[in-house]
């Protein structure tokens, strides 16, 4: 294998040795076992094929400056696939069984996980697909687990510099009642033609609004969106968002800072107000935003003033690494030190 440039990778696949699978039949999920082939051998009529049962979610793992990894609050990931399973009709994964092909798939690639210090950790990517063949509209009686993982840099090339986002009123991510609070595929397909005109506008993502009223903000394509003022942590309530793992740390790392949080709708206008705001995100991590501009109605909202991150961004960030790192005690149970 050639070096790998730790402290220069961007957010990307890299072949890495092993994936982690396990299979679904006959009412029963098999013991998770590894592969090294990349590929999966599958029935052209599958459902996930045609009507879209896949759920995946996203998680990392990080080598300390003792030497040991640590993986960021998996049992949270593993419940939150069992939440895109029920809204998908799909087999339910035991969070043991997710668990365990996780850290087996971690170890089984120990090498790649990024050295203490290169900035880069090691993104673990589990996926649930429906396998068995159906032509009606109807969910599959076969399934299969994977787990695969990759080292990452940052998600945006900028990393923790601050980057202009977009509302394009044109364009939902997800509806009201619809698929917006679990972890699918289709919500990634609804996003893509809004997120490739953001890009080629500049904009490092689509701030979302409501569907229903477009009045209140949802989320970003990618992260949750959370905005600070007067010693306040302030995060969209909404029916169609995803319930982000690193926003429901970062909400508790607020409050064990002396921040008020509040989690409530947020109307577009109260970017105005913003001292600070930021895209947060297992891939984003903290993202800063520097500007907001909603194209439709040609008004923009300046965030950073100065073009960095803000203070409490910044303390919040070194918080949440240095607790992923173990360079910070784990006083809320997050991390699993694996042996
Ligand atoms: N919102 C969306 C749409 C996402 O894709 C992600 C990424 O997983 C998030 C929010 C952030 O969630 P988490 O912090 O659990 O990674
Ligand atoms: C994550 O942050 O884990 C994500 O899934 C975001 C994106 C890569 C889809």
Redesign the pocket.
Known sequence: MNAIDWSNLSFGYMKTDYNVRSYYKDGKWSTPTETGSEYIDIHMAATCLHYGQEAF???KAFKGKDGKIRIF?MR??AL?MISSSQGTLMAELPVEIFEEAVVKAVKLNERFVPPYGSGASLYIRPLLIGMGAQVGVKPANEYLFVVFVTPVGPYFKEGFKPTPVAILRGYD?AAPLGT?TI?IGG??AA?LVAGDKAHKMGYSAVLYLDAREKKYLD??????FFGIKDNTYITPQSSS?????????LMQLAEDMGLKVERRPVPEEELATFEEAG??????VISPILRVDDIDENKSYVISKDGNAGPVSTKLYNKLRGIQLGDEPDTHGWVTVLD
């Open positions: 979610e996203g998680l609050r949270d990931n939150r991510r917006g972890k919500n990634y996003s989320e970003c394509g990618p992260a949750n968002i995803l319930p982000s793992i690193t926003n429901k740390s895209q947060v995100g297992t891939a984003a």
